[in-house]
């Protein structure tokens, strides 16, 4: 079974309402390179197909054009699973219609844990493997909250939930292969010792974390794991058969650096998976810029923006210099121009940061945090204390708070 990991595309997700179906469509072109020169037998996408619970009609049609793509190009099998970002419904409406081209979509826990495994099939309808196609489990699949539960009892609840699926659905797999073919996983999670971006993504790795799980939580019997969640690629607990694949485009300016990269795995029965990473290449490049007016202009004009197919976006952060002033020109007109004079459409400046001295502490002890650097849950935990809750009230309301973004979290109307 030769099989391609991918996950996390966010189709229709636009940057600071610039809009990446450019780099999207260049990416799966890619993709569907790589599975004809391959002769990719399954294609295994472990979530976030899309970037919200409604995405745009453009994105449907990158999304379905894809689907029929990689069936001509030779995908005998397809497994599409859900992400946080996804609407499970959403996800699932087309399922009947597209399980008769062997694309089976499992876009939320399903209430049958075995309808969660998938037999791999090849072109010629030999079956290869089976697939535990486990999407986002969200809290309402794993157990309910408990009241007055502490952070670390709800973390450990979710763990256990989440290594309990993970057994019963191998056990099932497990049932299914009388041929002792190879079975592999999909998880899309937060899993130990994971790295995110920078400080930008904080809140939205946050909002979609279900307590942390480790590389030993996926039973032994499971050759490779491929996971979604985390945009940039690494394996979990130095297992490499337990890997992140990551986000074929860069989709936010923390993932400027990331590299960017699809797996290609190859089970064969009784024997250890063999891994091959694919580098993609960058068809947009996202700079950031920061320092002060003087250092951002000669960074600016040092760039060599013609090395990519499409137009660098641009975002910066200036500082105030050493006299603490900015100077008087508006920034956004100066350096949009700028860049408009120096690579004409090869350069889109689409955001400008001026980080002022702030003169009114977030909150008390820490007066250089930004509020973009806080978690929503550690805003809304310092405006209970600032009003004088008590400890138990507190733990109550922060709980009342994460079912609710979590709510909103599950429709696609937020992170
Ligand atoms: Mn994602």
Redesign the pocket.
């Known amino acids: 079974m030769k099989f391609l990991h991918t996950a996390?595309w966010?189709l229709g997700r636009r940057l600071h309402g610039q809009d990446l179906a450019a780099e999207h469509d260049a990416a799966l072109d890619a993709i569907l390179n790589l599975i004809r020169e391959h002769r990719i037998d399954a294609l295994v996408h472990a979530?976030?197909v899309f970037d919200t619970g409604t995405p745009p009609q453009s994105a449907l049609k990158q999304y379905y054009s894809f689907l029929t793509r990689a069936v001509q190009a030779g995908c005998g099998t397809i497994i599409i699973t859900g992400?946080?970002?996804d609407s499970p419904a959403a996800l699932n409406a087309p399922r009947d219609l597209l399980e008769a081209m062997n694309i089976h979509v499992v876009g939320g826990a399903t209430e049958n844990i075995a309808d969660e495994v998938i037999a791999v099939k090849n072109t010629s309808g030999t079956t290869i493997g089976y697939c535990c196609a486990v999407p986002f489990l969200r809290d309402k699949d794993l157990r309910y909250s408990l009241p007055g539960e502490s952070d670390s009892e709800r973390s450990q609840r979710l763990i256990a939930g989440i290594r309990g699926h993970y057994e019963k659905v191998v056990a099932a797999a497990q049932t299914m292969n009388t041929e002792g073919l190879p079975i592999i996983a999909t998880g899309h999670l937060f899993a130990q010792g994971g790295i995110t971006g920078d400080l930008d993504n904080k809140e939205q790795i946050h909002v979609g974390n279900l307590g942390q799980i480790g590389a030993d939580a996926f039973p032994e019997a499971l050759v490779y794991v491929a996971l979604?969640?985390l945009?940039r690629p690494q394996t979990v607990g130095k297992q490499e058969r337990v890997r992140y694949s990551g986000?074929p485009v860069a989709l936010d300016f923390s993932e400027r650096d990331d590299a960017k990269q699809v797996v290609i795995v190859e089970c064969l029965p009784s024997q250890p998976a063999s891994i091959e990473v694919v580098p993609l290449p960058t068809f947009r490049r996202l700079v950031r810029f920061s320092g002060t007016w003087e250092e951002v202009e000669a960074a600016l004009k040092s760039y060599d923006a013609s090395k990519y197919t499409l137009p660098t976006f641009v975002e910066l952060r200036i500082v105030p210099n050493s006299e603490g002033l900015f100077s008087g020109v508006n920034a956004d007109e100066h350096f949009r121009s700028l860049a408009t004079k120096l690579y004409g459409s090869q350069m889109l400046i689409v955001r400008v940061v001026q980080e002022r001295k702030r003169t009114v502490p977030v909150f008390a002890g820490n007066d250089d945090t930004r509020l973009e650097e806080l978690t929503r849950e550690f805003v809304f935990e310092e405006l209970l204390k600032r009003e004088g809750k008590e400890a138990a009230q507190i733990l109550e309301l922060k709980q009342t708070y994460r079912e609710l973004l979590s709510l909103l979290n599950e429709r696609g109307e937020t992170a």
């Open positions: 996390d966010h979530g976030d992400g946080n970002h979604g969640h945009h986000s």
